[in-house]
């Protein structure tokens, strides 16, 4: 794992993406099979030093990335609605892998009560599509400080 320097200027913000504790980068797995919601994410994640292990397209690969990263992976942003596997039935699988999994879903407005059945079998959070950087930043950022 290389350490980063995250500067020391007095004005500078320290990028959201980088550990306070080493200078280290948060490791994502992106997983939605939109390839333009997956591009967004992933800018919005490298622009503050987030490092995207790897991305997937649907719930299958992204339980299959999952394992195979495993435990390199800090957090998962699992899209609900997608072919082959859903994001529901992947978060289960992922927490049944690892209990421990951080995974924030990423859901189309109007989804609430799916959105509240995920938190319910142990989604950390989530985030609404159209995507908002500041609010994918402020979620993705508490649950990793928890």
Do not use: W
Not at 41 to 53: A, D, P, W
Request: with cysteine; proline share 3%; charged share 30%.
């Amino acid at each position: 794992m290389a350490k980063v320097d995250i500067g020391t200027g007095v004005n500078e913000k320290i990028p959201d993406g980088l550990r306070l504790s080493d200078g280290s980068s948060y490791r994502v797995l992106v997983v939605d099979d939109s390839m333009f919601i997956a591009k967004q994410l992933g800018q919005i994640f490298t622009s503050e030093r987030f490092e995207v292990l790897a991305t997937a397209s649907d719930g299958a690969q992204a339980l299959e990335k999952y394992k195979e990263l495993h435990p390199k992976v800090d957090l998962v942003t699992l899209d609900i609605t997608m072919p082959v596997m859903d994001g529901i039935t992947a978060l289960e699988k992922i927490l049944e892998f690892d209990k421990n999994a951080k995974v924030v879903m990423v859901s189309a407005l109007g989804k609430q009560d799916v959105v509240k059945k995920c938190l319910l079998l142990g989604a950390k959070s989530y985030i609404v599509k159209p995507l908002d950087r500041r609010k994918v930043l402020e979620r993705v950022v508490t649950v990793l400080s928890r």
